[in-house]
């Protein structure tokens, strides 16, 4: 009888030995696969469109608009929805006979970056697809995907957004002409990217036109095309730390634009 008693408490006692080890297991992976899983979170968004203009001068003029933004995202599993502020678009180009930048005015009267993605599960990966957004800045449209930009500052939907007594926003040239230009813009884009260790990557697809207002020089005041490329137009979302702001944010762009 000792010996069975002995045996059963050893059974009874390994069964919850194992039970113990299966809870413990349970509870360390499912914390793991969840932190996989859901990708809400804190995240930098980095972008970069690249696009080719013909100057004058220049011919081929390549300009880069670089976005730093830290936007809050939660997910259902299906979608990736959220917003934030952006802290900062820089502009970058080919030739040191021309610079153009977007004056800190302009900056602050962009709206936040919103992502509205659908995540779509694809054999061992997971893609990330957004459909086109489009911004209008500069001009009050009822339309603002098909309507027709203004063309004129005495236009009624042309409006001072950047609050600097100008009509629309003002950019400002460096080079070989310098000057403020007064335009109206209208920009589409769109995001395709697969998930990564960091967060999710993949390129910007993108629609850029503009209106020219005014320049403060005559040789700023044509209408120049510029023409989107896909090579050299990315994304980059990567989770930062929650709490962390625009600081933590730019450190990292700096480093992946340095990169480039």
């Not at 390994?14 to 995240?43: M, N, Q």
């Not at 004129?152 to 957004?161: C, E, G, K, P, Y």
């Not at 697969?194 to 005014?214: A, H, P």
Request: charged share 25%; glycine share 10%; hydrophobic share 35%.
């Amino acid at each position: 009888m000792r010996d069975g008693r002995t045996s059963g408490l050893r059974s009874l006692g390994s069964r919850k030995i194992l039970r113990i080890g299966a809870l413990a297991c349970a509870v360390l992976f499912s914390g793991v696969g969840s932190a996989e899983s859901d990708p809400s979170g804190t995240y930098v968004f980095i972008s970069q469109s690249r696009s080719v203009t013909k100057l004058p001068v220049v011919k081929d003029y390549v300009a880069l608009t670089r976005s730093v933004a830290v936007v809050e995202l939660r997910s259902d599993g299906k979608r990736l929805i959220g917003s934030g502020p952006l802290c900062s678009v820089e502009l970058a180009g080919s030739s040191s006979m021309v610079r153009m930048e977007l004056p800190a005015a302009f900056q602050r009267s962009l709206p936040p970056v919103r992502i509205d993605a659908t995540l779509k599960k694809q054999g061992s990966s997971v893609r990330f697809e957004q459909a086109p957004q489009t911004v209008v800045v500069g001009a009050r449209l009822r339309d603002p995907i098909r309507e027709k930009l203004p063309e004129s500052a005495d236009d009624a939907r042309v409006v001072d957004q950047d609050r600097d007594g100008r009509p629309g926003v003002t950019v400002r040239v460096h080079g070989i002409v310098s000057g403020e230009v007064f335009v109206v813009q209208r920009s589409t884009s769109q995001l395709r990217g697969v998930q990564d260790e960091k967060g999710f990557s993949g390129q910007v697809i993108f629609q850029n036109e503009q209106s020219v207002l005014g320049a403060t020089s005559p040789f700023l005041k044509g209408n120049r095309a510029s023409e989107p490329t896909r090579e050299g137009s990315w994304f980059r979302l990567e989770r930062l730390q929650k709490g962390q702001k625009c600081d933590a944010a730019q450190a990292r762009a700096r480093t992946i634009f340095s990169a480039e």
